[in-house]
């Protein structure tokens, strides 16, 4: 089992930025390609960025290339999602989720442990 807590979610204005943080705990972090997902109301979860076990290679959703960085400190057993120039639609419920394996993947059925989710509220 791995457990995941995500972190760092919170209101802020069109344009700003934040920073997610997502703590790993009980099993070889290094081990598992991460990803964040997003919901918001009335929507289905949607794929935001992943990140292969080593971090050398990372994928984004079109919506946010340019904008998110994901990136991991496998010492720290923490994956982070840098998020800058918000804009009201990046407002959702942000969760962290885990997959064995190297590869980034993109899709939500591929990923096996998930967070319980940290809201970002975007204010135009």
């Known amino acids: 089992q791995v457990q995941l807590v995500e972190s760092g979610g919170g209101l802020v204005q069109a344009g700003g930025s934040l920073r997610l943080s997502c703590a790993a705990s009980?099993?070889?972090?290094?081990?598992?390609?991460m990803g964040w997902f997003r919901q918001a109301p009335g929507k289905e979860r949607e794929f935001v960025a992943a990140?292969?076990?080593?971090?050398?290679?990372?994928n984004y959703a079109d919506s946010v290339k340019g904008r998110f960085t994901i990136s991991r400190d496998n010492a720290k057993n923490t994956v982070y999602l840098q998020m800058n120039s918000l804009k009201p639609e990046d407002a959702a419920v942000y969760y962290c989720?885990?997959?064995?394996?190297?590869?980034?993947?993109?899709?939500?059925?591929?990923?096996?442990?998930w967070g319980q989710g940290t809201q970002v509220t975007v204010s135009s």
């Open positions: 989720a885990a997959r064995s394996g190297s590869y980034a993947a993109t899709t939500a059925p591929e990923y096996a442990y």
């Open positions: 009980g099993r070889t972090f290094s081990n598992y390609a």
């Open positions: 990140i292969s076990r080593s971090g050398g290679s990372t």
